[in-house]
């Protein structure tokens, strides 16, 4: 790419809540020149889906599988939005079978799960495919997107802000969007092997109050570390029942989780009829073990004993041969946790620069949901 190149708008970040955003910020401001710059291959987050390239035909959504709505009834702004996607065919209804394993009470389970609790909605396309929707569904062309770049510093001078990125590529706008809080974070110091967070160098203390309780509250903020599991089963792997639908969800109870280390199993079947299989966990011990691994293959069977053994006697589960194919993902950028950024927050007139992501406060807090209305808030406040 060129030096240099000006913009009245850059956001960065290319998950869902930055996708929410562009998109109804277009519907105002159609002339505009917007830019996108994402790290990854591609939009989504860690609402996104992996497009293999070692195993042609595969798309297994490997972060979040569909969206929980938990407060749509009570909120106008976020009703309107869910309504809006179901009208243009976005998004549906998520009627799959949902099981909590080895848990006496299912139906309570469910009510009070982060990951059931309230309305869930499945894409009609992959998540990262949700996202792209989004965002060229208004004025489709208008985006520029920088795609694996990575941000590493910022600058506000006359009232301008300068990017640079880890490549040396500059990007200059009148405004900002963070829909990612790693140039604010504390971690951004250990990830980028940089001695002051970027936010923070660009705004000095006592410049913007909202600024410094902003990074006053994500000074606070942890993150629940994951590794995903993407299991590619062969031709002959399928459901020991006849069950047709896209999406099945296995959700274990603390007990099972300390023992199997799995936190969710989630089958997707895929347009080849083949099914993938998503495994998540967030247990400590077994993501150390992992990284210090020194033969991987181990720990792939270890992944795959776990499995068999957690369905050994289930119904509709069949056990995985040692023949299947795995990837591992570990997550960067993963769920936020702890303190919550409050909402009033997200907007600095002064330095010209918003935010937004599943971090703010809200019921939707480390999750989709908070994603979403964050983006539709700040817009609203782009236009008061």
Known sequence: MKNNITYDLLIIGGGISACVFASKYLEN??????????VGRGLGGRSSTRIS??????????????LNIMNKKNNLLLKSYVNELLEKKFIKIDDSELVFLEDKSNLEAIKKSEFTCGFNYLSLYSMS????????SNFRGKIDFYFETLIVDLKFNNDVWTLKSI?????????????????LHKRSLKILKINQIPLRKAIPENEDRKIDLLLNYLGKQLFIPRLTF???TNENYGYKDFYSKKNRYFYLNKNLENKYKFERVIFQLQDNNKLGIVVHTKNIDFINSYINAKDEDYFKQKIFANFNELFDGNSSVNKLSSNEKISIMKWRASQPSGSAVPLSLQLSQKYRIGFCGDWFEGEGFGRIEGSILSALMLVKKFQD
């Open 230 to 232: 993407l299991i590619y």
């Open 129 to 136: 495919q949700l996202s792209q929707n989004i965002i060229e």
């Open 29 to 38: 401001n159609n002339t505009k020149k917007i830019a996108l710059i994402e």
């Open 167 to 183: 490549n040396g590529d500059k990007f200059i706008s009148k405004y900002l969007i963070c829909s990612t809080n790693l140039l």
């Open 53 to 66: 390239k070692r195993f042609n035909g595969w798309k297994l959504n490997h972060g979040s599988p569909n």
